[in-house]
């Protein structure tokens, strides 16, 4: 018995828009295209208008890797870095054909930015050419390393990329010469000039590299000692080494904290003790009282295992409080640092609820320890304290005020009859 006909679906296929139609290309062929095209424009801005437009029929996302070859290097990067050998002439537009100077090599950024702008899919893309490029730079003469560096700094402080293709300087081909360091002070310095410090704190921060810059140094000489000095000797790297060195107080600062608290889970130690270590440490690393101060009472804090009545919490906080008062009084001595801890202790009785009502009774506890001084706590009340809960941390202070107010009226009228 002959088997049933398959069933067969009939009908119109739909004709896709023209506009949406991609050309097929191989990567020369879309090299050729992309050079014949750019160099046939008079202007940058012609060009520009041209690459914002041909994302879609020339499929940048297919070939993406030599679209960014021709912007950067004006044609295919092969490997190792030279350029294929190809019939065009190189992109007059690119990087690596603009003027060696801050606004050359920002025009054509900036040809880069607008194509990642219309279509997003190229960040990504333009992260991965940047760490191929990077790793090349031993490769390029030094006028287009110069330029490079620039470049990079121009699309990772305006935020097409991240910092991570910085990684690739960390390769021992490009460290043990001092190209890389070089090249790293070079992005610095151009990235001042676009932007500022703050923005590449953050850059490095987030790609996780502000704690590895030493690894841009040869191998025998990546310590923290010797970047800063090889770096200082660049011109014009103040904000760079004012940022190490914040960064370098911070990390110090880290392992401060955890040394502290380790200290106290081990209870080994009493306060005065715990005061003299933290002395030492603080004087070896450079930190001032004010940076220890709220790391101090973070800590303070931190050692207590909380009980779960919200009617106990502020007894166990009196106990702990008056068990190290005699570590917060050893570094808050001045009017500032006193003051400081008070912005310290609002701050957390803002976040900790069950303790923002035990506030007035904290700070008459650290006044009877002598951490605290009438000045510093008027002071505070007065002009200095924070936003977080004030009125209610006010008014739990108001009657201490008034105290001392009226402590200061029976001084003085006794003082005026020991007079008489």
């Not at 119109?12 to 095209?37: A, N």
């Not at 960390?170 to 410090?197: P, R």
């Amino acid at each position: 018995m002959a088997s049933a006909a398959r069933p067969t679906l009939s009908g119109q296929r739909t004709k896709g828009r023209k506009r949406d139609e991609k050309l097929k290309h191989e990567p020369q062929v879309f090299r050729t295209d992309l050079l014949t095209q750019l160099n046939s424009f008079d202007t940058l801005e012609d060009g520009a208008k041209w690459l914002e437009g041909a994302g879609n029929s020339l499929d940048y996302r297919r070939y993406n890797e030599v679209l960014f070859d021709v912007l950067i290097a004006g044609g295919t990067l092969a490997p190792g870095g030279a350029l294929e050998e190809m019939k065009e002439d190189v992109c007059k537009f690119c990087v690596f054909e603009a003027e060696d100077s801050l606004e050359g090599v920002k025009q054509s950024a900036e040809l880069v930015q607008r194509v990642v702008a219309r279509y997003k899919y190229l960040e990504a893309h333009l992260e991965e050419e940047l760490k191929k490029v990077l790793i090349f730079i031993n490769s390029f003469p030094v006028a287009n390393r110069s330029k490079l560096a620039k470049f990079t700094a121009f699309v990772m402080s305006c935020g097409i990329s991240s910092a991570k293709p910085i990684e690739s300087l960390f390769q021992e081909t490009l460290t043990k010469e001092g190209t890389a360091a070089d090249f790293l002070a070079a992005v610095f310095l151009a990235w001042l000039q676009y932007s500022n410090i703050s923005t590449l704190a953050a850059a490095f921060k987030k790609a996780g590299l502000d704690s590895r810059l030493e690894d841009v140094m040869p191998s025998t000489r990546n310590t923290t000692e010797q970047f800063d000095e090889q770096f200082q000797s660049y011109e014009g790297m103040g904000p760079v080494m004012e940022w190490r060195s914040a960064l370098k107080l911070a990390d110090a600062k880290k392992k401060l904290q955890r040394k502290l608290a380790r200290d106290m889970a081990a209870g080994k130690k009493n306060a005065v003790q715990l005061a003299v270590d933290l002395h030492k440490e603080a004087q070896a690393t450079k930190l001032k009282h004010a940076d220890l101060v709220p790391m101090i009472w973070a800590e303070v804090l931190n050692a207590v295992e909380w009980n779960k009545k919200a009617d106990l919490v502020a007894e166990q906080a009196f106990r702990q409080i008056h068990t190290y008062s005699t570590l917060l009084a050893f570094f808050a001595q001045t009017m500032a640092t006193q003051v400081l801890l008070l912005n310290n202790i609002q701050g957390s009785m803002y976040e900790k609820q069950t303790l923002l009502n035990s506030f007035g009774k904290i700070v008459y506890l650290l006044y009877h320890d002598k951490v605290l001084s009438e000045q510093a706590i008027v002071d505070w009340f007065k002009y200095s304290h924070s936003s977080k809960a004030k009125s209610v941390v006010l008014t739990q202070v108001t009657p201490m005020i008034e105290w001392f107010g009226t402590a200061e009226i029976a001084q003085d009228d006794a003082a005026a009859a020991a007079a008489e």
